[in-house]
């Protein structure tokens, strides 16, 4: 019999045809994609770009880095190149790719390289890969460059492996959305003879980065992950090229990779096929599916055997499978139809040599094994067989008392047979007065009735008994001789028989299509249950609000009782309804199930014989709490697509409940934003009224002390006095300034190439008696490179740390200024051996106006090391506060500033002097 053609899902159609009109106005992206740099890259996209000119396109080039490499140079001459903007950025001009000329110009194909590249600040977007997004939804096509290491979910690997974070990323949507992506591959030999050559970059250049991030090992995992990211890009192509353009009734598994289907049954010995399967795929690297079909006769099955079921895929995905349940009639049909949609070319199943009675009995009726059925209806699929020993269960047991679920399907199973009898006598009795009137014939279409009536209301089983009553009460009660089970005709045989097989047929279509509505039902309440709560979730603004609606989802949807249970913002969790009356949960189960993101309780590998089932709500960002729930029965959860189905609630309630955090978070930030540019600007006002009076006021102290100081006035310690908190007030206020003009980035760095030890022995000079009752040390290398910053900013910087380092130890301490080369960075630190940082987050010292002791008679209101942290981020790097480890002690400052290489024509420097 021909299988029809499956119905095309009109909304797949809706989505695919929306999809498409997006695609076709939307810009077309080409990636050129390397290992590393010096591949060729830029030099095959413009080798292309000048193939296209020779056809007449209108291609532009927005930017292209040669890089000094005059092969790809020469690639440049003939074509249209977009003059770029310049930006001011610290004293200096900056090159950079023109968004809006581009917009202008509007050409069919602009090449942009350097995907991941970091736009100067004032630019339209801080990345170059938003301005190409810009140029796409523009409609201009667009060829761009990228390495593996600037790709965001490969980016701690790529750090792993050559000791170096790339700061440059672009996020792997970008990456895969692209129309297209050519990886240019180059062996690792010829690339490092490309470097020694000069090729790539220039040869003191060229010798560090083979002592670095160039070396060979790291090349060859670099080449590596470039190809099984490509060979990923790839199979997804395949795969939505098969999804859009082969039709569903006539897509066939296509052999281009070794994905693996293991098929978990409800027979002993599903645990070693999954093992095996894991196996296999690892020992390849494919990726691999387990599922289990669950037909109508395996509803009946015992509730140990579908918790089995249920730990079996759990197991699955422990091992890394992607699992699914799936309904069907036909477990064969299931299983092509999911290899099909997911291009899985070999499937695992497990096989048990029958006995000789069994395989006689096999033969004699035609029945086809599982996977006989799957090779017809899919001979394109490969198999492996997993042997398994007859009655080796490698599962929980079957349990042979009868428990509860399988009492009420006793008693099912006898009212079904009590109905059958009923219906038999009650058709007896309706047909005997219509025997006068009727023929035969018509007699056997009630009995038929009958049966259908049975098997829509009781199932097969029923209809079965029903069908061999009605042939027993038609041949007693209506066929010749009456009352008798002896046939005179020997026709009513036949009738007898085709009665019995039609009987069963209507039974079996009948039971089925009851199987089907039942099945269609839960379906639709699911359904109905996610959209009401996903529709409630989305109106909820408080955390307790969306609390109380998943609890009650829950509860209605699972017939159970809830708790929800939130983390505060030390990770502990605490009752949203500490007055629920139901049921107690278990603080510390529930604390274990958050702190490792395991589910734990009744069904799980944590404490399986708890009564209540702790889910952790995990949100994209993190964990936000956890739900408890304690079903009314252990079946209810033990069932795979219910426990799914519970996840699948668990992950809603998680993400709205994220949703509702970062709407507080968002709008806290917009309210401190508002409010500190509001300071800034009220500070900066009344610093610049106050700067004329304090500046006449310690002039006229000052010149009051000289006074009373030649007159011999025992007042002029206080003259003094006044002069020093007016010089102190006018710093303050000076501070004021600065932050305020640092935070509006009004600070325009003057750069130059300045020695950390001149900075310091500045900085010390300037501190003068601050620094007369402890000891400073400078602990810096002879060959330290030199420093490209503003040298007042700088030090500014060691100035107030190094205050701050004397206000706050005791006197005679030790203050230590030292720095080291790290990579391609300036470490700098400021230590000291006083009783370290307050106890806290070191993080707060940095905010504005915020002190380690809120209550301090140090004088101060909390701006050095905001000041600090603004002029080193200003330059380009980064600072932090942390204590010494022990068994030393005190405070230490750390900050980073980026090296740069001297250029060879920069003035010499000279020699500094560091006495303080």
């Given at each position: 019999m021909s299988e029809e053609p499956l119905r095309p899902d009109p909304d797949a159609l809706l989505a695919a045809a929306r999809a498409a009109d997006a695609r076709a106005e939307r810009g077309r992206l080409k990636i050129y994609f390397g290992a590393s740099a010096g591949v060729g890259k830029t030099w095959a996209m413009l080798d292309a770009a000048q193939r296209l000119r020779a056809r007449n396109v209108d291609l532009v080039v927005g930017v292209a880095e040669t890089h000094g490499r005059s092969e790809t140079a020469a690639l440049l001459q003939g074509l249209e190149c977009l003059p770029p903007r310049t930006v001011t950025l610290h004293g200096r001009s900056l090159p950079e790719f023109d968004l809006d000329a581009a917009l202008a110009r509007r050409p069919a194909l602009l090449l942009v390289d350097e995907l991941a590249h970091s736009n100067a600040p004032g630019s339209r977007h801080p990345k170059r890969w938003q301005d190409i997004e810009e140029l796409l939804d523009a409609g201009i096509d667009v060829w761009t460059t990228v390495n593996v290491q600037h790709i965001e979910s490969l980016n701690d690997v790529v750090g792993g492996i050559t000791g170096i974070r790339v700061r440059e990323t672009v996020p792997d949507h970008v990456f895969d959305a692209a129309s297209e992506v050519e990886l240019v591959d180059l062996p690792t030999d010829d690339l490092l003879r490309r470097l020694s050559e000069g090729k790539i970059?220039?040869?003191?250049?060229?010798?560090?980065?083979?002592?670095?991030?160039?070396?060979?090992?790291?090349?060859?995992?670099?080449?590596?992950?470039?190809?099984?990211?490509?060979?990923?890009?790839?199979?997804?192509?395949?795969?939505?090229?098969?999804?859009?353009?082969?039709?569903?009734?006539?897509?066939?598994?296509?052999?281009?990779?070794?994905?693996?289907?293991?098929?978990?049954?409800p027979d002993s010995g599903a645990e070693r096929l999954v093992r095996a399967a894991a196996r296999r795929a690892a020992q390849g690297?494919?990726?691999?599916?387990?599922?289990?079909?669950?037909?109508?006769?395996?509803?009946?099955?015992?509730?140990?055997?579908?918790?089995?079921?249920?730990?079996?895929?759990?197991?699955?995905?422990?091992?890394?499978?992607?699992?699914?349940?799936?309904?069907?009639?036909?477990?064969?049909?299931?299983?092509?139809?999911?290899?099909?949609?997911?291009?899985?070319?070999?499937?695992?199943?497990?096989?048990?040599?029958?006995?000789?009675?069994?395989?006689?009995?096999?033969?004699?009726?035609?029945?086809?094994?599982?996977g006989e059925r799957v090779a017809v209806r899919a001979p394109e699929i490969e198999f492996m067989v997993i042997a398994r020993q007859p009655g080796a269960d490698t599962g929980p047991p079957v349990p042979d008392e009868v428990g509860a679920d399988d009492a009420d399907r006793l008693a099912r199973r006898a009212r079904g047979y009590v109905w059958a009898l009923a219906s038999s006598a009650a058709v007896t009795v309706v047909a005997t007065p219509l025997l006068r009137y009727f023929d035969l014939a018509n007699i056997v279409m009630l009995f038929l009735l009958a049966v259908v009536a049975v098997a829509v209301r009781h199932g097969r089983r029923a209809a079965l008994a029903a069908a061999v009553l009605n042939v027993l009460a038609f041949d007693f009660f209506f066929v010749s001789p009456r009352f008798t089970f002896s046939v005179s005709?020997?026709?009513?045989?036949?009738?007898?028989?085709?009665?019995?097989?039609?009987?069963?047929?209507?039974?079996?279509?009948?039971?089925?299509?009851?199987?089907?509505?039942?099945?269609?039902?839960?379906?639709?309440?699911?359904?109905?249950?996610?959209?009401?709560?996903?529709?409630?979730?989305?109106?909820?603004?408080?955390?307790?609000?969306?609390?109380?609606?998943?609890?009650?989802?829950?509860?209605?949807?699972?017939?159970?009782?809830?708790?929800?249970?939130?983390?505060?913002?030390?990770?502990?969790?605490?009752?949203?309804?500490?007055?629920?009356?139901?049921?107690?949960?278990?603080?510390?189960?529930?604390?274990?199930?958050?702190?490792?993101?395991?589910?734990?309780?009744?069904?799980?590998?944590?404490?399986?014989?708890?009564?209540?089932?702790?889910?952790?709500?995990?949100?994209?960002?993190?964990?936000?709490?956890?739900?408890?729930?304690?079903?009314?029965?252990?079946?209810?959860?033990?069932?795979?697509?219910?426990?799914?189905?519970?996840?699948?609630?668990?992950?809603?309630?998680?993400?709205?409940?994220?949703?509702?955090?970062?709407?507080?978070?968002?709008?806290?930030?917009?309210?401190?934003?508002?409010?500190?540019?509001?300071?800034?600007?009220?500070?900066?006002?009344?610093?610049?009224?106050?700067?004329?009076?304090?500046?006449?006021?310690?002039?006229?102290?000052?010149?009051?002390?000289?006074?009373?100081?030649?007159?011999?006035?025992?007042?002029?310690?206080?003259?003094?006095?006044?002069?020093?908190?007016?010089?102190?007030?006018?710093?303050?206020?000076?501070?004021?300034?600065?932050?305020?003009?640092?935070?509006?980035?009004?600070?325009?760095?003057?750069?130059?190439?300045?020695?950390?030890?001149?900075?310091?022995?500045?900085?010390?000079?300037?501190?003068?008696?601050?620094?007369?009752?402890?000891?400073?040390?400078?602990?810096?290398?002879?060959?330290?490179?030199?420093?490209?910053?503003?040298?007042?900013?700088?030090?500014?910087?060691?100035?107030?740390?190094?205050?701050?380092?004397?206000?706050?130890?005791?006197?005679?301490?030790?203050?230590?200024?030292?720095?080291?080369?790290?990579?391609?960075?300036?470490?700098?630190?400021?230590?000291?051996?006083?009783?370290?940082?307050?106890p806290g987050d070191p993080e707060r010292l940095f905010r504005t106006f915020t002190r380690g002791e809120a209550e301090s008679s140090t004088p101060g209101v909390g701006l050095g090391l905001a000041i600090c942290r603004a002029i080193v981020r200003a330059h380009g790097g980064d600072i932090e506060a942390d204590s010494q480890a022990a068994p030393a002690h005190g405070a230490v400052f750390r900050w980073t500033l980026p090296h740069r290489d001297m250029p060879a024509d920069a003035p010499p420097l000279p020699a500094a002097d560091c006495a303080p």
């Open positions: 970059y220039l040869p003191e250049q060229a010798e560090r980065a083979v002592r670095h991030f160039f070396r060979k090992g790291n090349l060859m995992a670099l080449r590596e992950l470039a190809l099984r990211r490509t060979a990923e890009r790839v199979e997804d192509d395949v795969r939505s090229y098969r999804l859009e353009h082969v039709a569903q009734d006539r897509r066939a598994v296509w052999q281009v990779s070794d994905a693996l289907l293991a098929c978990v049954g690297g494919a990726p691999w599916h387990a599922v289990y079909v669950e037909t109508p006769a395996l509803q009946r099955l015992p509730e140990a055997r579908r918790r089995a079921i249920l730990a079996t895929l759990r197991l699955a995905e422990s091992l890394g499978a992607v699992t699914a349940t799936l309904t069907a009639e036909d477990a064969a049909d299931a299983v092509v139809a999911y290899a099909r949609e997911h291009n899985l070319g070999t499937v695992v199943t497990g096989y048990a040599l029958p006995d000789a009675a069994s395989a006689l009995w096999r033969r004699v009726r035609g029945h086809r094994s599982f005709d020997a026709q009513y045989l036949l009738t007898f028989a085709v009665m019995m097989a039609v009987g069963l047929v209507i039974g079996q279509l009948t039971a089925s299509l009851r199987y089907q509505a039942r099945v269609a039902g839960y379906r639709e309440q699911r359904a109905r249950g996610l959209f009401e709560m996903a529709r409630d979730l989305g109106r909820a603004l408080t955390q307790e609000q969306v609390a109380e609606i998943g609890e009650r989802a829950v509860a209605r949807a699972f017939r159970c009782q809830t708790a929800m249970m939130l983390a505060d913002g030390d990770g502990r969790l605490a009752a949203v309804s500490p007055d629920n009356d139901r049921f107690v949960p278990d603080a510390g189960l529930a604390q274990w199930a958050f702190d490792h993101a395991e589910a734990a309780g009744a069904g799980t590998g944590t404490l399986p014989g708890a009564p209540v089932l702790y889910l952790p709500l995990q949100a994209p960002m993190r964990t936000r709490g956890v739900i408890a729930v304690k079903p009314s029965g252990p079946r209810l959860l033990m069932i795979p697509e219910q426990r799914q189905l519970l996840d699948t609630y668990a992950a809603l309630v998680a993400i709205a409940i994220e949703r509702v955090h970062f709407v507080a978070v968002a709008q806290d930030t917009l309210l401190s934003i508002e409010s500190e540019r509001l300071r800034n600007s009220l500070l900066a006002a009344l610093s610049h009224d106050l700067r004329t009076p304090l500046t006449a006021l310690i002039g006229l102290s000052e010149n009051l002390s000289a006074a009373l100081a030649r007159d011999g006035s025992p007042r002029g310690a206080d003259a003094t006095a006044i002069a020093d908190q007016a010089r102190r007030t006018a710093q303050l206020v000076n501070n004021l300034l600065d932050m305020a003009r640092l935070q509006a980035g009004a600070v325009a760095l003057r750069r130059d190439w300045q020695s950390l030890e001149e900075l310091a022995g500045s900085a010390i000079r300037s501190l003068g008696p601050a620094l007369d009752r402890h000891v400073v040390e400078l602990r810096l290398p002879p060959d330290l490179p030199l420093i490209h910053g503003d040298a007042v900013l700088l030090e500014r910087v060691l100035v107030n740390l190094l205050e701050n380092a004397a206000k706050y130890t005791p006197e005679g301490s030790h203050l230590r200024v030292s720095a080291a080369r790290d990579g391609d960075r300036i470490a700098i630190e400021v230590s000291d051996d006083g009783p370290g940082l307050p």
